[in-house]
């Protein structure tokens, strides 16, 4: 944002910034700050953001005033990273600009203590820069460098908003029938196109529903484990959720996971118990097993639909219908179409032979057309072809339609907002301060990481030191612990933590890689991804996973031969990888190897204690000598023992002394007799049992 309108922005009747602000928040200090005037209550209207707003001007702001923070914390704060902000900017923007969810934002400013937040709070310098503090930031107001694109708030003139098509997400079980459902409302045939019968991305369609005549825009999520981000991206952008379970089923893994976010998304459900025509139907329990889940369905007094039906033979397609249109319109959904600029969501993108970078696009405000200029994530576009999806070119998309669109000059990210700019001058811009802000907050994150890392380490070596030097003085493990417990307890609680690079072909990969193996691991190993970025390994990669100890991972990249040369060097392992398998396989071996060892005791022979002499020494001091016989196994002169008393281990060490009738012998046999001394401070009895051991490392597994 900008301090200025921008010459190209939209007509005074759609101010680009959101100048009513939400009811003051109160921060909690010794005064009480008076709240600011209430806004009358907005009618119940489209649940998505707005379209974006671009440079600003200066709106009516909410000031916050708080208490200042020590003075070592604000000189700390000149030494850090410096993130261009524009000098008004909401909630939801600023979240934006920090890659942060706006309810981690909210939740965040709750703990400093301000109250009644909303996402279009406007926040002032001062506030912005107390949050910044708290993500390790300095703001600084610049609204050219800050200038960016935001949801455009909604319209003061309601006249404006327009109903519009509900978005309907379809999730559940793998092969529940999700895209039969689909095929059997729109008439065509979609799942004889799909490898195996499963859908493997997001697909998006209109529907004209048969009896109704209303129209729904379907977004089919794909259901099985290794899509489940594309499922949560389907999740955010949906009204309406219709969980699909199979009535031979019932409830398995990903319809728990696809109930867990639809609640996160906080949207109406619908349940579709599918195919019912088969014999070993049972859609009673379905419903039972869902209720145990805590679904609230109508059958037991709830409010979620059920709908028993049968995407193959029909059966109850009718009723499933009907139930989404009710339940759609329920939601009131409206949003403006005109005098607004376009906001929408990037649901796919791939390259096309002939069309280049193409994009599927769900427009949610606004009316985009060929010509219009999209940015969405670090990339825009200026839409040079728009087709539906059946390939047909369109002259104009509303909202809730969704378009394939060419005229990327990067691929975007599936689950972007893309919001329409006025100019590719603003537009190239916005690009740069996103990709200088994402810079900025990916090295303080990763000199963060790195910065604990070498802290940790160096505690580790200084407590190994402390430990040494203990030792050297004499001292055992047990009088070191007794006497600075401290040094162990730490170390004993502490998590093992295994860094690691990732570089790969492609983003795709990164990013999948990145979510395989985060958080591989248990209580007290697990993994950490310091960065994941495209290409192949450099000498600053070297660098930075040599100050974090981190290990590098190649995933369909080259390494050349002297970044091989200088990681060598540097200590720095890099491992490469062809297929991703095989990469998860050797992260949980290396992260099995650091797990920390563990021991069990192995009992080599057993000795019962039967009398007890006593001997004079040539020194005149009196030694008591243990006659005993050898039970079990074979007792010899080298090893390590344990006396065991009445069940209790009273002592542990090594044989003094080892004699057989009056010779010394290196080792006595099953079911013979000996006498003994042990190397230590112990006053036997008759009865004792004497145990040579040995401590054998367990195996250990993830």
Avoid at 137 to 160: H, I, M, Y
Avoid at 195 to 203: D, K
Avoid at 431 to 459: D, F, G, V
Avoid at 545 to 568: D, R, T, W
């Amino acid at each position: 944002m900008a301090s200025s309108t921008p010459k190209n922005s939209p007509k005074p009747d759609n101010k680009p910034i959101a100048t009513k602000p939400a009811t003051a928040p109160k921060k909690k200090t010794e005064q009480q700050i008076p709240r600011q005037q209430k806004q009358e209550p907005r009618k119940k209207q489209d649940k998505k953001p707005a379209a974006r707003t671009s440079q600003p001007t200066q709106p009516q702001k909410a000031s916050v005033k708080v208490k200042a923070k020590p003075k070592q914390k604000q000189d700390a704060a000149t030494n850090r990273p410096k993130l261009d902000v524009p000098s008004f900017l909401t909630v939801a923007n600023f979240a934006q600009i920090l890659r942060v969810r706006v309810p981690e934002l909210l939740q965040k400013m709750a703990g400093l203590g301000f109250e009644d937040m909303t996402n279009d709070f406007i926040l002032d310098f001062e506030t912005a820069s107390l949050i910044a503090d708290e993500y390790g930031f300095e703001v600084n107001t610049n609204d050219d460098l800050g200038a960016d694109l935001f949801p455009a708030p909604e319209p003061k003139d309601e006249k404006l908003l327009k109903p519009r098509a509900p978005i309907v997400t379809i999730m559940g079980h793998v092969d529940h029938g999700k895209t039969t459902i689909l095929d059997y409302l729109r008439k065509s045939s979609i799942v004889d196109g799909e490898h195996g019968g499963i859908t493997q991305h997001i697909g998006a369609f209109v529907v004209k529903t048969p009896v109704s005549k209303k129209t729904i825009t379907f977004l089919d999520t794909p259901g099985h484990a290794a899509f489940l981000n594309m499922r949560e991206r389907g999740a955010n952008i949906t009204d309406v959720v219709v969980l699909v379970v199979a009535a031979e089923d019932s409830v398995m893994p990903q319809t728990k996971e696809a109930l867990r976010h639809a609640r996160n998304a906080g949207v109406p459900m619908v349940v579709a118990i599918n195919k019912c025509d088969k014999p070993d139907a049972n859609p009673d329990k379905v419903v039972a097993d869902l209720s145990g889940h805590g679904v609230e369905v109508e059958d037991y007094g709830g409010e979620v639909p059920t709908v028993r039906v049968s995407g193959k033979t029909g059966l109850g397609m009718a009723d499933l219908e009907e139930t989404i249109v009710t339940v759609a319109d329920l939601l009131d959904l409206k949003t403006q179409e005109d005098k607004t600029p376009v906001e929408g969501w990037v649901l796919e993108s791939e390259v096309k032979k002939g069309l280049g970078i193409v994009a599927t696009f769900l427009v949610m405000k606004g009316k985009l057309k060929p010509g219009a200029i999209i940015v969405a994530g670090q990339t825009w576009c200026k839409v040079r072809v728009m087709k539906d999806e059946f390939g047909k070119p369109l002259k104009v998309a509303g909202p809730a339609t969704p378009v394939e669109i060419s005229g990327w000059k990067d691929i975007p990210d599936a689950g972007e907002m893309g919001l329409e700019a006025p100019t590719e001058a603003l537009a190239k811009k916005v690009i740069t301060n996103r990709e200088k802000r994402k810079l900025l907050l990916e090295e303080a994150s990763q000199i963060e990481e790195m910065n604990k890392r070498m802290k940790e380490r160096i505690e580790a070596s200084r407590r190994e030191e402390k430990i040494r030097e203990y030792q050297q003085e004499g001292l055992t493990i047990d009088d070191i612990k007794e006497l600075e417990p401290e040094l162990f307890d730490l170390e004993a609680e502490k998590q093992i933590v295994v860094p690691y690079v990732i570089k790969a072909d492609v983003s795709g990969s990164a990013e999948a890689i990145a979510q395989s193996i985060t958080g591989l691991g248990n209580d007290e190993v697990q993994s950490s991804i310091l960065y994941e970025e495209v290409g192949a390994p450099t000498e600053s990669d070297i660098e930075r996973a040599k100050i974090a100890g981190a290990q590098i991972l190649a995933f369909n990249v080259k390494v050349p031969k002297n970044i091989i040369n200088s990681a060598s060097l540097a200590g720095v392992e890099i491992r490469e990888f062809k297929v991703i398998y095989h990469l998860i396989e050797d992260v949980l071996e290396t992260l099995t190897s650091k797990l920390p060892k563990k021991f069990e005791t192995k009992v080599l022979s057993t000795t019962s204690v039967k009398q007890l002499f006593e001997i004079t020494l040539k020194n005149k001091n009196k030694m008591t000598i243990a006659g005993c016989r050898v039970t079990n196994g074979v007792l010899k002169r080298s090893s390590v023992v344990r006396v065991m008393r009445k069940g209790d281990e009273i002592f542990r060490g090594k044989i003094k002394q080892l004699k057989h009738e009056k010779d010394d012998v290196a080792e006595v046999r099953n079911g013979m007799e000996c006498g003994l001394s042990l190397d230590g401070d112990i006053s036997y009895e008759v009865g004792d049992v004497i145990e040579s051991i040995e401590e054998v490392e367990i195996k250990r597994h993830l």
